[in-house]
């Protein structure tokens, strides 16, 4: 009781000082204490004796008007908030303007948690990703179909992770591009556990949401763990962030890995992504041409919407399903039983043709296939080369089973 007494006595005393200041020495006084830096030893000698009158006048009189509100210390944050009445006569707008642009979010939500927390901008700030865990467990049930891939590689290994929000508007938010790179470079620092084999791992977000991330974005609070950070970037954008999947997408030693991104924002997103490893046999020195190769079949991968890496891989359930559709159609136009059973292999080779990648028409040469390409640049590079695994994404893929089944999808692999 005592202590609050003596509070409204300093807070009347300050209240009275800060009246007879002229408006331009309040918010050089505001400007002071946010700062806690350059003149420690006055502040807190003055915090720790009371206000004294000759020192609040030495204060004011140096221009403080360059500091931003970026280095608050405690001390100011006990002035303020035995003194909401004084702040609120003061320079608010700029307060309220540097949250905004610190946190991006709403104006109502920031004038609200700095009402709430007395204009103290670091609590504020607290409080509005406090509110974005709110806001974004009552978004998590709308649907997140939007968003972006984003894909990086070093010598060993290529990472995908697809980030999903509900609007194109969202995916091209800088805060929200951000976060994909920042998850996708997340997953590739992991590392390998020494694989020799070239493997793609898929993943769920579980697997990454414990994980600590180190962002050093001004609107991002520097180390959190992966799902804070989803979390926050959802509050500022105002919409349902996910992180749906993620891949990782290993070489052999003496393989190469080669990926495209369609529909780029930036360097290292996209909407459609294709990744293709390439092995040969023995290790050969020309790097280049299995490079080039490699990109071009990335490239053909987003385009060509490969299912299956070879017709051995397609599973026997796929190919008597296809030849059941096919043979129902063929026996609608009354045809032969011969004639029914030569259009049922003629549509099935072309179906073939159309879902595997070895045997479709290379995208950047039609008159050849993939697997003569791949024969070709076996000759050229002097070993026998092959696609060891090859994976296409695309955004918002097959949104609603993943939904329901929670399986990874898009994931297409040579055993
Ligand atoms: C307050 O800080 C100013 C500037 O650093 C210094 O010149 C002055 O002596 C200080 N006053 C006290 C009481 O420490
Ligand atoms: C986080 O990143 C920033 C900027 O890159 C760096 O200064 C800081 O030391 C990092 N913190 C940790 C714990 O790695
Ligand atoms: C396409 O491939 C064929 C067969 O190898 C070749 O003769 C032709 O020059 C190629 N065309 C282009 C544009 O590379
Ligand atoms: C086959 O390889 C040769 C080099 O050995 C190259 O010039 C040619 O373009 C390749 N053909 C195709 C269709 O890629």
Redesign the pocket.
């Known amino acids: 009781m005592r202590v609050r007494a003596r509070r409204q006595r300093r807070a009347s005393s300050v209240l009275l000082l800060l009246l007879w200041l002229s408006r331009k020495d309040q918010s050089a006084l505001l400007n002071f204490f946010s700062t806690g830096l350059e003149f420690h030893r006055n502040y807190s000698s003055w915090a720790y004796r009371g206000p004294c009158f000759n020192e609040l006048r030495e204060i004011t009189s140096l221009d403080a008007s360059s500091y931003g509100y970026s280095h608050i210390g405690s001390l100011r944050k006990m002035f303020l908030r035995s003194f909401t009445v004084d702040v609120s006569g003061l320079d608010k707008t700029s307060i309220i303007k540097h949250l905004r642009e610190r946190t991006s979010a709403p104006i109502k939500e920031v004038k609200s948690a700095l009402v709430n927390c007395n204009w103290d901008i670091e609590a504020a700030q607290k409080d509005l990703r406090k509110r974005g865990v709110v806001l974004a467990s009552k978004k998590s049930s709308r649907t997140a179909a939007e968003g972006l891939l984003a894909l990086v590689k070093n010598d060993k290994e290529a990472a995908v992770i697809e980030l999903n929000c509900e609007t194109d508007f969202v995916a091209r938010n800088e805060v929200f591009q951000y976060l994909a790179l920042s998850l996708a470079n997340k997953v590739l620092s992991i590392g390998s556990s020494g694989e020799k084999a070239a493997t793609i791992f898929p993943f769920g977000p579980e697997y990454l949401e414990e994980l600590k991330i180190?962002l050093?974005h001004e609107k991002l609070s520097?180390?959190t763990t992966v799902q804070s950070a989803i979390t926050e970037v959802a509050a500022m954008v105002g919409e349902n962030v996910k992180l749906r999947r993620g891949f990782r997408v290993l070489k052999s030693p003496h393989g190469v890995i080669s990926s495209y991104l369609h529909s780029c924002p930036q360097p290292g997103l996209g909407r459609f992504a294709g990744i293709v490893t390439l092995e040969p046999e023995v290790h050969s020195v020309l790097v280049d041409a299995l490079q080039q190769v490699g990109s071009q079949l990335a490239m053909h991968v987003v385009a060509s919407k490969p299912l299956f890496l070879s017709k051995d891989l397609v599973p026997s359930e796929a190919l008597e399903n296809e030849r059941d559709i096919l043979k129902s159609q063929a026996e609608s136009t009354g045809k032969s039983q011969l004639a029914v059973e030569k259009m049922v292999e003629g549509r099935l080779k072309k179906y073939l043709e159309e879902v595997v990648f070895m045997e479709q028409k290379f995208i950047v040469n039609d008159s050849v296939n993939v697997k003569s390409l791949i024969d070709n640049l076996s000759r050229e590079v002097g070993s026998p080369v092959k696609v060891s695994n090859f994976l296409r994404l695309e955004v918002g893929e097959g949104i609603q089973r993943v939904e329901a089944s929670n399986a990874p999808e898009g994931l297409a692999q040579a055993a």
């Open positions: 180190n050093s520097g180390e």
